[in-house]
């Protein structure tokens, strides 16, 4: 069994749809995963908003804007009426679901479930498009297999004891259609996987169900070596290790969720980027080896926030770590780079929700300060291989530009830098064309 993930704009409009067939091959047992169509999650979170602040004229010019679009669609993937009648009424019931909250109090629980209507309609439209053409398919409910805990981690085992013995029952069906994103959580409300979720769906149901191989089916042709939105002639990587694809995916290239490796490391399940648009290429396969003597990519990520600690009585004191530590933990937030000197330590964190407190606690080891808008820089690559000198030629490929904070060495292939946000553009060419 394989599992196929097709992201936004590969279901992003009837046609995309209609030829999703020629590269599933329904003549082997597949679980397709199905994003959202391409802007539907942004305009349901945008919905969400409107209904947040109480702005219900914006929520329902939103919900008529996003279902005209719809119908259009239906128009144009059915052919046959009966078939078009069904897909109609599947769009009134979930459009007629977010004008409901209208007349209702509305809190996190609901706009969860708003954002939770993109996903729903995509597998429900395909579905029905299948039922035209005669293949046959089963349509699986995620909310009914996908679960997170009290802390927000998927639990793969439910997923196995859930979903598997729905396949041993259509043991005569070789497609199988499901929501990626949605979950429910502990207390079994409707729930994400955070946005660009479905890659971690996929990968999550490809260890519950010990799948052959986890596509994951894109419009670029892989992992490239720089983020394409940014820089010219950038390149796919044929090959990465789990622990290099989960570092760039972590530090910003956006074509995998940030989570999304680890499930399919732990379960040695291979993974491939592949492009919808040009399904020859042959794209990045993600495994447990990786080629040696590389820089592999560089990677961005942005909204990072920078503490200092100066505390020249206690830094190198044992325990002092631990308790600066300790600070984030209570807070629950994580750390994404530290550096440390004789007198102060420098730390980053992405989430700045309890940034006030944060700092109010640290304040009592010694002087703090916070540094906003910068930018993790991610060099990943063979940097054991250090005959090459390839931390040397990192740093001197942007010596013109100010490094906040430089961190090697936590593991064999990752060099990160922290600059301001505003030099990210300039970093990330500068590194391309002296690296590659
Ligand atoms: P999908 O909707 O299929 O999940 P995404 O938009 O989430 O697609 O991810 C694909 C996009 O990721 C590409 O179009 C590309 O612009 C962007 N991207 C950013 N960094 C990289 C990278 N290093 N390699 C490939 N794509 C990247
Ligand atoms: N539709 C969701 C999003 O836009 C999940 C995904 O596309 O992976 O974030
Ligand atoms: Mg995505």
């Known amino acids: 069994m ?25 003549n082997e047992r597949r679980i397709v995963v199905l994003s959202a169509m391409s802007g539907t999650t942004n305009s349901l979170v945008e919905i969400g908003q409107a209904y947040l602040t109480s702005d219900k004229a914006k929520a329902a010019s939103l919900i008529s804007s996003l279902k005209q679009q719809y ?5 144009q993937l059915f052919s046959n009426p009966e078939y078009q009648a069904q897909a109609k009424e599947v769009i009134d019931h ?52 996908m679960r997170i805990d009290e802390d927000n981690e998927p639990i793969v085992d439910h997923i196995t004891t859930h979903l598997q013995p729905i396949l041993d029952k259509h043991a005569d069906v070789n497609l199988f259609i ?29 260890a519950g169900i010990h799948a052959e191989e986890v596509q994951i089916w894109t419009d670029i042709d892989g992992m490239h070596n720089n983020d394409p939105r940014i820089v010219n002639n950038t390149k796919p990587i044929a090959q990465l290790s789990f622990d290099e694809a989960a570092e760039l995916a972590y530090f910003g290239a956006k074509i995998l969720h940030p989570q999304s490796v680890f499930p399919a490391q732990k379960y040695k399940i291979p993974v491939r980027l592949l492009n919808t648009m040009d399904p020859q290429a042959a794209g990045t396969l993600i495994t447990n080896t990786s080629e040696k003597d590389k820089i592999k990519s560089i990677a961005a990520k942005d909204g990072i926030t920078a503490i200092k600690i100066q505390s020249s009585r206690m830094l190198l004191a044992h325990g002092f770590l631990r308790r600066v530590f300790e600070v984030f933990e209570r807070y629950r937030t994580s750390i994404d780079m530290i550096t440390t000197s004789e007198v102060a330590v420098s730390l980053t964190i992405d989430d700045t929700t309890y940034l006030d407190e944060i700092n109010k606690e640290l304040g009592k080891f010694g002087t703090v300060d916070v540094d906003i808008n910068h930018t993790i820089i991610c060099v990943v690559g063979d940097f054991a291989a250090e005959k090459n000198g390839y931390a040397a030629r990192v740093l001197d490929a942007i010596k013109h530009v100010p490094v906040r904070m430089i961190s090697y060495g936590g593991s064999d292939h990752n060099l990160s830098l922290l600059v301001k946000t505003e030099q990210k553009t300039e970093v990330l060419r500068s590194l391309h064309s002296r690296l590659f």
Not at 71 to 75: D, I, P, T
Not at 178 to 204: K, P, V
């Open 2 to 26: 394989k599992v196929l993930k097709f992201g936004g704009t590969s279901v992003g409009s009837a046609a995309r749809m209609q030829k999703l067939l020629d590269i599933i091959n329904p």
């Open 71 to 75: 119908e259009a669609v239906v128009k």
């Open 94 to 145: 979930h459009f007629g679901l977010l004008s409901g909250f209208a007349n209702d109090l509305f809190t996190s629980i609901e706009d969860k479930i708003i954002l939770a209507q993109g996903e729903l309609l995509s597998t429900t439209l395909y579905h029905i498009y299948l039922k035209e053409i005669g293949v046959p398919s089963v349509l699986l409910p995620a909310l009914d297999f």
């Open 178 to 206: 499901t929501q990626g994103f949605i979950c429910r959580n502990a207390f079994g409300e409707i729930d994400n996987l955070r946005r660009g979720g479905s890659d971690y769906t996929a990968s999550l149901i490809g």
